[in-house]
């Protein structure tokens, strides 16, 4: 079985006043197996927020369903998903979403806080992923004191730190430079050589490129996906760019 | 582009920030509104030719100047967080390509428009409701006629010149910023101030030490000169610690609690802490502003209230008897100076009793180390707990008084504290030393007007010469006219009928002062009607103040409620995305807000119930001796004032969840 199975997702917005209906996501099919490491691509308004939100368990489908091993999100009650996205998922935001009251080292340890760990089990975790992410020197530094590339890893370490099923990241190189880009990524390879499950929603070919999967998504369904395979990072790179040309259409910007 | 597009960008401007514009306005109306009313009255016709209406003039002249001050603090306060809150909106102005100098005209056409609706607003209020408020005033102060509300246009001309002229400094200083400012600094305006404010445990020991020191001032007091005295220092004392406390004091306390790792990691703990010292970085001088204005809005209305309510207490302890006289020796005989009353008395139907008149003198002396020394007028302050009202009579009016017979020698005195005995073996008056007889009883002698603010000394000597000399080695220094001979002290209630009563005091009033020019005469009818004016006046001017600092409170609670919902709105997010449950979310940040909102409160009715002794002590120079009734009028007052409080913490709270919400 899957780690993920998305089933016949479906999500029709509906704007307050009744009337106009938005159809996001018309059918999406897709599964993701355990410790592979997929890219979704897609123009703007193709429904990657939208699907990543649903993911996230933050918003709910219209129609189908999502299962985390084995769970179908869509079921789990309100009062136990935040508990469910904690155990379960690790996320990492294109800003950050860090907390400018809470220092570096406070921010990492925030989901196991919540998950009311004991502070000797949170130390013992902290200490080795901190420097797994170079980001040992600035545990007492606050967000706003550091530069974005630390900003984003501490974010890293933030979603790696409950040791999630899942890490989803939206636009994670959205706000970096692209030395910081290119060391994120880098980043998110050797996690995922350690055996992490990673999703990645991406508009850049290059952090695409990295993933062993990419998938395209246009029009609310899943247009085509590309495997890595054995080819390299730059062989990869070149498959996408031409993919991305026929998927535009010739016409449609795709970043 | 037209003049007319700026104005219009003006309106809209203000429609969309409206959430923050109509407090300012409003707080701006009530400004001008209390302003208009005082001036009304202070420079007004209305009261001038009634009876203590110049008492009511000056008082109100007074409130004028306060309000004036607080109004251009308060003004300035409120614009500056209205401009901190809109600074990215000015920025984005500048990248889409208006020039300042459009922005400048924007400004000035906002900062004009919500300046003309503060200013006219008040000023209608001012004319619809002076009249109400007025006749308010003249009801608790017992005007019955000769008064008319007038409504002056040189009042309202006045009001209009000065507030304008605020305004108008306010709009400069807006224009300065945008001058000064890069449009990337703007957008980031109101992240600016975020940045860690100094908070070293030094600061935190310093705030500590004022506190501590404003603090024991306040409760070290024992004598209502010497309160007056230290009331400034102490108030100033504990205006600065409770500043650096805020500041300094509480996020060292949260550090602590935060270095305690078992404690903040913690889930309730942790968000709460970190929230709070973050909090206390931005909003500590905020808080310690409400923190003071609070206890000003209690202190005032507190003791204003129990003036009012007190003031029989207070006529009928300056007045131990209806009536009291003193009046030279020479100038009138005893028995003549009764018949003359008693005539006066039975011309206007009231009865005489308890007449009692005694010879004696008194006069203010300087007492420490068992010796009685003139007093030292220029440092008439800082030694005021040494004083003491002396009251000196022969032996022979003591012996009269108490059925006693006893006989001193020309080197001994008999010497009793109105508190109790004397209990060393001889004094030093002047330059002579006297040996001491215990005198055992009370000495039934009311001082009348003194005794409340000082204390009294009873001294009993040999001859009338002798306390003459006395009196003079003692006044010695204070140039006053040489005494030459013995008052007599006169002392009698009346009954009868209010008007009668009036009437006979009043021309007791004029005989006795055609007998002795020099003469001092009071009487409790006369005062009690002086004291209307004066305690309803301060009452009425306590209660507008009152009320005009809580405004300002209120505004500065609202204008925070709303700042921090934005930046809230934000955390909300980020927390619920990493998996804290919304209704938990809701929770801890409820809390913080309660605790932020509450400290000043909690610390305002600190230092009144520290500062209360103090209180009651300065109320005694107004002769309000009813300790009780002081107590009680405060803790109404605490009452009422906490009530309010949550009541706006309530409003402003809604408001905040809207935005939190969104």
């Known amino acids: ?174 706000a970096l430079d692209s030395k910081a880009a290119q060391n994120l990524l880098q980043i998110f390879d050797q996690i995922n050589e350690s055996g992490q499950t990673i999703l990645m929603v991406t508009h850049s070919t290059q952090a695409a490129s990295h993933a062993k999967r990419v998938l395209f998504i246009k029009d609310g369904e899943v247009f085509n996906q590309l495997y890595r395979g054995n080819q390299t990072q730059e062989q990869m790179f070149h498959k996408i760019v031409s993919t991305l040309t026929v998927l535009s259409d010739g016409g449609v910007d795709i970043g | ?336 100076l009764k018949n003359e009353i008693e005539n006066i008395c039975k011309k206007n139907h009231i009865e005489i009793s308890d007449y009692q008149d005694v010879l004696y003198q008194d006069t203010l002396i300087d007492y420490t180390n068992h010796s009685i020394m003139p007093l030292n007028r220029n440092e008439i302050f800082a030694n005021a707990f040494r004083y003491y009202d002396l009251l000196i009579m022969t032996q022979e009016q003591y012996n009269s008084l108490l059925n006693e017979s006893i006989a001193l020698n020309d080197d001994e005195v008999l010497i009793r504290f109105g508190t109790g005995a004397y209990k060393y073996e001889s004094v030093k008056i002047g330059e002579k030393t006297y040996q001491v007889v215990q005198g055992s009883k009370k000495i039934p002698v009311n001082f009348g007007a003194d005794i409340g603010a000082t204390d009294a000394i009873f001294l009993v000597m040999d001859t009338e010469e002798r306390i003459i000399q006395t009196i003079n080695e003692l006044n010695g220094k204070q140039q006053r006219q040489e005494v030459v001979n013995m008052d007599y002290q006169v002392f009698f209630n009346a009954s009868g009928k209010y008007e009668d009563r009036i009437k006979c005091a009043n021309e007791m009033k004029k005989t006795t002062y055609n007998m002795d020019s020099n003469r001092r005469y009071t009487n409790i009818d006369l005062d009690r009607e002086e004291g209307y004016k004066l305690f309803g006046g301060l009452v009425f001017l306590g209660f507008f103040l009152g009320i005009t600092f809580l405004l300002a409170m209120v505004m500065i609670i609202y204008f925070k409620q709303i700042s921090e919902g934005f930046e809230d709105r934000k955390r909300f997010d980020i927390l619920n995305k990493v998996g804290l449950d919304k209704k938990d979310v809701k929770k801890t940040i409820n809390k913080q807000i309660i605790q932020v909102f509450f400290l000043p409160l909690v610390g305002a009715i600190l230092h009144v119930s520290v500062a209360f002794k103090m209180i009651t002590k300065l109320l005694r120079i107004f002769e309000l001796t009813n300790t009780m009734l002081v107590f009680q009028c405060t803790l109404v007052t605490i009452g009422l004032f906490a009530l309010i409080y949550i009541f706006v913490f309530r409003m402003t709270a809604k408001a905040y969840y809207r935005i939190v919400k969104r």
């Open chain 1, 1 to 174: 079985m899957a780690l993920l199975e998305v089933n016949n997702l479906k999500k029709i917005y509906t704007t307050r006043f009744g009337g106009q209906q938005c159809q996001a996501l018309s059918q999406v099919n897709f599964s993701v197996e355990e410790g592979e490491y997929v890219a979704i691509m897609g123009a703007s308004g193709s429904g990657k927020t939208t699907l990543l939100n649903i993911l996230a368990s933050l918003d709910k489908p219209t129609a189908g369903e999502v299962r985390l091993d084995g769970t179908v999100l869509s079921k789990i009650s309100d009062s136990k998903i935040s508990a469910f996205r904690r155990e379960n998922l690790g996320f990492v935001f294109q800003d950050f979403n860090l907390l400018d009251t809470f220092s570096i080292k406070d921010n990492i340890l925030l989901p196991l806080v919540l998950s009311r760990k004991q502070y000797k089990e949170m130390e013992a975790k902290l200490m080795p992923l901190a420097k797994r992410l170079d980001i040992d020197s600035l545990l007492e530094k606050y967000p706003y004191e550091v530069s974005g590339g630390q900003k984003q890893r501490t974010a890293v370490a933030r979603a790696l730190i409950t040791q999630p099923k899942l890490i989803l990241a939206d636009e994670p190189t959205g």
């Open chain 2, 1 to 336: 582009m037209g003049r007319s597009f700026y104005l219009k960008l003006a309106m809209t401007n203000l429609k969309k920030n409206r959430n923050a514009y109509i407090p300012y306005i409003l707080g701006g109306m009530g400004m001008v509104f209390t302003y208009v009313l005082f001036l009304l009255i202070s420079d007004g016709k209305g009261i001038a030719n009634v009876v203590g209406g110049e008492t009511l003039q000056m008082l109100f002249a007074m409130g004028t100047f306060i309000i004036s001050v607080f109004s251009v603090i308060f003004i300035f306060y409120a614009n500056g967080f209205l401009m901190k809150r809109r600074k990215k909106e000015i920025a984005l102005y500048g990248i889409l390509g208006l020039e300042r100098k459009h922005v400048g005209i924007v400004m000035f056409y906002e900062s004009f428009l919500s300046a003309l609706a503060s200013i006219g607003g008040g000023m209608i209020l001012g004319v619809v409701f002076g009249k109400l408020f007025f006749l308010f005033l003249m009801k608790i102060t017992k005007i019955a006629e000769g008064s008319t509300f007038v409504i002056n246009s040189s009042v309202f001309v006045k009001t209009f010149v000065f507030f304008i002229i605020v305004y108008f400094i306010t709009l400069l200083w807006n224009q300065l910023q945008i001058r000064l400012s890069k449009p990337i600094e703007l957008l980031k305006g109101e992240e600016v101030g975020q940045k860690e404010k100094r908070s070293t445990p030094f600061l935190a020991i310093i705030g500590l030490v004022c506190l501590g020191a404003g603090y024991y001032l306040a409760l070290r007091v024992v004598n209502p000169l010497a309160a007056l005295n230290d009331f400034f220092i102490a108030v100033l004392l504990v205006i600065a610690g409770t500043y650096y406390l805020f500041r300094a004091g509480s996020i060292f306390f949260l550090k602590i609690l935060k270095k305690n790792k078992r404690y903040y990691y913690q889930t309730n703990h942790f968000i709460t802490v970190s929230g709070m010292i973050h909090r206390m970085k931005q909003n500590a001088t905020g808080l310690s502003n409400i923190c003071i204005l609070s206890t000003m809005v209690l202190v005032t209305l507190s003791t204003t209230i129990a003036l009012y309510v007190g003031q029989e207490n207070v006529v009928s302890s300056r007045n131990p008897t209806d009536y009291a006289l003193k009046i030279n020796k020479d100038k009138v005989d005893s028995k003549e």
